[in-house]
Structures are given as structure tokens and as C-alpha cells.
């Protein structure tokens, strides 16, 4: 299990700014615990009724990272079909 690299971080989430690349490739996670991460965000309840122990360590920080990356992006969305309202 290798780190994840910038090209790693772009494919499985798209185009995000360096910024938050720096931050998840700075967790030193793997391209497995990212994907996990991603299972637990897309929907937690399957991991949960499977047994899976809610997520910590690098899995934990990538979940809190990709949270914050949502949050913003929902944000934007909001402001923008509010200014492009006639």
C-alpha cells in the first residue's frame, strides 16, 4: 500500500484546489483508506449494519476533510443559483 499522489487524489475526486489536495495526501493515507472514506460519506449506514466501527485514524481525517470539501461546495451551489435568480 503506497500514499496517495496528487494524480491518485484528482482521479477519485476531481478537480478540488491544491490546498485540499495538500491536506489529504498529507494524512498519509492510502488510495483503499480514501476509498473507504468515500463509502462512509456516500452512505454510512450499510458500513454500520455490516459491523464496521465508525471511521478513525487516516480514514477519520479523510472523512473530515471530504465533509469540509462538500460543506463548501454546497455553499457555492447556494450562492450561486441565489445571485443567477431574476
Known sequence: MTQLTR???VKAIGDI???AIAEIIGT???AEELAEAQ???ANDEPLMN???PLPN???GEL???LEELEADE???KEAGAVVGEV
Open 39 to 41: 463509502a462512509w460519506l
Open 7 to 9: 494524480d491518485d487524489v
Open 57 to 59: 485514524g487516516r480514514v
Open 74 to 76: 454546497d455553499g457555492e
Open 50 to 52: 455490516a459491523g464496521r
Open 28 to 30: 498519509g493515507a492510502t
Open 17 to 19: 484546489d491544491d490546498v
Open 63 to 65: 472523512v473530515e476533510i
